[in-house]
């Protein structure tokens, strides 16, 4: 089975000033790691995800995220932040072997102020 | 459609009734997967389909949940005899690719239960 802490549960900053959204995770076998977005009053969507290859994925708005698999960790960035990016993010992770089965982290509400 | 459908997008009940939850994924979709959402929690998943059958159906948390699909297309989420912990916004997601978690979330059915 696998499981997914993310560390922090609300993330305020200032606009414009940088963010790490920090994630975890624990599985018995090799996994797949995504980063998923819910802007207020809309469903989840997709931001980015690392299957296989180059451990530094990005998003089209400036998001990255990095696979450690040495620290079992999949912290979501960006350097510089939009109050457009307020949102609850949500790490999740699948095992490669199984279907598509999704465990998601508790989420982590970023709130960016003017 | 364009998207996850689901319906009813609010549902008020009194403890004790049942409730039925549709969701209409996007065409041509085979995986169908059913989530459930807490307040102040993570995602919490329930079933999940290929086709019309139910690979994993380990998260029902008990015997008075049930989901069926029908046509390898829509699918309805029946909760029997609503208890008050079952409020929660209830969401359904759908995959085109079998193994790589990139799911289409609905924006979910809201559940009161007094």
């Known amino acids: 089975a696998q499981s997914v802490t993310q560390l922090d549960s609300q993330v305020p900053v200032f606009e414009e000033a940088p963010v790490e959204l920090r994630c975890n995770y624990s599985?018995?076998?090799?996994?797949?790691l995504f980063w998923y977005v819910q802007y207020p009053n809309q469903g989840l969507q997709l931001l980015l995800k690392?299957?296989?290859?180059?451990?530094l994925v990005e998003s089209i708005n400036g998001f990255e995220a990095e696979f450690n698999k040495s620290q079992t960790s999949f912290h979501l960035r960006k350097p510089s932040v939009h109050i457009s990016d307020t949102a609850e993010y949500f790490c999740?992770?699948?095992?490669?072997?199984?279907?598509?089965?999704?465990?998601f982290g508790e989420g982590t509400q970023l709130t960016v102020n003017p | 459609g364009a998207g996850v459908s689901q319906s009813p997008s609010n549902k008020v009940t009194e403890k004790g009734k049942d409730v039925e939850l549709r969701c209409d994924p996007i065409s041509g979709h085979t995986a169908l997967y059913w989530y459930r959402q807490s307040l102040g929690q993570g995602l919490e998943f329930l079933i999940y389909f290929q086709g019309n059958s139910a690979p994993d159906k380990s998260g029902l948390p008990s015997d008075r949940f049930s989901a069926e699909r029908t046509g390898g297309s829509v699918s309805t989420l029946t909760i029997q005899r609503t208890q008050q912990e079952d409020s929660a916004v209830y969401l359904c997601?759908?995959?085109?690719?079998?193994?790589?978690?990139?799911?289409?979330f609905g924006e979910g059915s809201r559940l009161t239960v007094l």
């Open positions: 690392y299957l296989s290859g180059s451990t």
């Open positions: 999740a992770v699948s095992a490669r072997t199984s279907g598509s089965r999704l465990t």
């Open positions: 599985s018995s076998v090799s996994v797949y």
């Open positions: 997601a759908s995959s085109l690719a079998v193994n790589t978690g990139e799911l289409f």
